[in-house]
């Protein structure tokens, strides 16, 4: 006799009851691909942890509160809900994300680097810099396009998605970004050489 497994929302009526297994069971189906998201995002193994926590803590104090509607599919809420904490997380630090090597993974491993001399270093160090600088001026939306692309590697499709937006506007919000951006480097008068 084969036991057909409990759905999402089953599982959360069944926490809500009490039963802490059921949460686990929740817990245990959704953790990797809202972990994966979060470090998708972030680009770095510890603070995708410390948010995943969070994330967590959060699904279990909305759940408990009774603030949880039965609308959306629990997967897609507690993305969001990743989500949000990572822009966050953004936010408050100022922080752009960053590929950091690992035990497993060294991106110096894929790549073919070639060194620059010191000259070529800090020309290139003081145009991200500047570029950083031109982001962070543009308005929250496209700037939130413009990270999401460019520092978290997502497509216009997961941004879209991840935003709530159709991709024809998360698009558009793109290409707004980098008019501004051409428009304030003339106003300026920045050289990104």
Known sequence: MQVTPLNDQ?????????????????????????????????????????????????????????KYNHEGKFLQWALRIAYNMCVDHFRRTKRRPTVAPTEAFDIFDVLEVVEDNAEQAIMKSQTHDKIRKLVDMLPPEQREVVILRHYADMSFKEISQLTRVSINTALGRMRYALINIRRLVEEKQITLQ
């Open 10 to 66: 089953q599982l959360i009526v069944s926490y809500l009851d009490g039963n802490d297994k059921a949460f686990e069971e929740l817990l245990t189906r959704h953790k990797q691909r809202i972990y994966t998201q979060i470090y998708l995002f972030v680009k770095d193994k510890a603070l995708a942890e410390d948010i995943f926590q969070e994330v967590f803590i959060k699904i279990i104090d909305t759940l408990r509160k009774g």
